[in-house]
């Protein structure tokens, strides 16, 4: 019944740019704080950016130098992460994923801090 599911990858030059995206259904959408993350082959999954209901955000570096920004859009039940100048070692299955809150300013980095997860899209950037 709950389900997130990310779009948008593919595969992109370096230095190009790419927005993914996710929407949910099976919740009440503007309950929850959304969060991105990404794995690559052989490492963790990697906090990307996270967004509360009240729209705060926090960011990995990447994220705060501005190649990596999130949105939502509660109309839509969507959440996006717009990509820039992106390097081959972006390349990596994108995630999101939903976390529960009564606090409308409640962001978090953590994974066990979410209750659903998307399948993920596949990003893949080469020269």
């Known amino acids: 019944q709950v389900q997130l599911v990310e779009s948008g990858g593919g595969l992109v030059q370096v230095g190009g740019d790419l927005r993914i995206s996710c929407a949910a259904s099976g919740i009440i959408f503007s309950r929850y704080a959304m969060g991105w993350f990404r794995q690559a082959p052989g490492k963790e999954r990697e906090f990307l950016a996270a967004i509360s209901r009240s729209g705060s955000i926090i960011s990995s570096a990447d994220s705060h130098k501005g190649r990596f920004t999130i949105s939502r859009d509660n109309a839509k039940n969507t959440v996006y992460l717009q990509m820039n100048s992106l390097k081959p070692e972006d390349t990596a299955v994108y995630y999101c994923?939903?976390?529960?809150?009564?606090?409308?300013?409640?962001?978090?980095?953590?994974?066990?801090?979410?209750?659903?997860w998307g399948q993920g899209t596949q990003v893949t950037v080469s020269s």
């Open positions: 994923a939903a976390d529960l809150t009564g606090d409308v300013g409640s962001v978090s980095r953590r994974r066990y801090e979410y209750d659903y």
